[in-house]
Nanobody, 126 residues
Framework: QVQLVQSGGGTVQTGDSLRLACVLS????????IGWFRQGPGKEREFVAIIRWMDDTSIYSDSVKGRFTIARDNAETSFHLQMTSLKPADTAEYYC???????????????????WGLGSQVTVSS
């Protein structure tokens, strides 16, 4: 059974950096899109970043572009989200996600993703 285990998160101040990690167990990340979503207080869950397996490109939401970086640590099992220049608006529960294998369609909706981590709280104080 495929599971995503997250680590990282915490409370930081505006302008600080933080790294979230995600490890897949019970399978492989090969031929899967990998990514991150977040859900702020009172908000809907929103797309943050993706690495598409077909062409290895990274795509970011406008709100984090230039500040966040998604990257693989290990082609088989792990990846992370490096967050810099954090703002209070980045305060949210962050979720790592992985698609079904060979999936290459849409990715902006939570329903496009099969596997989810349990979440990591990131709080940015002003």
């Amino acid at each position: 059974q495929v599971q995503l285990v997250q680590s990282g998160g915490g409370t930081v101040q505006t302008g600080d950096s933080l790294r979230l990690a995600c490890v897949l167990s019970g399978g492989t990340l090969n031929r899967r899109n990998i990514g991150w979503f977040r859900q702020g207080p009172g908000k809907e869950r929103e797309f943050v970043a993706i690495i598409r397996w077909m062409d290895d490109t990274s795509i970011y939401s406008d709100s984090v572009k230039g500040r966040f970086t998604i990257a693989r640590d290990n082609a088989e099992t792990s990846f992370h989200l490096q967050m810099t220049s954090l703002k209070p608006a980045d305060t949210a529960e962050y979720y790592c996600v992985a698609s079904a294998q060979h999936y290459s369609d849409s990715f902006l909706s939570p329903t496009d993703w099969r596997n989810w981590g349990l979440g990591s709280q990131v709080t940015v104080s002003s």
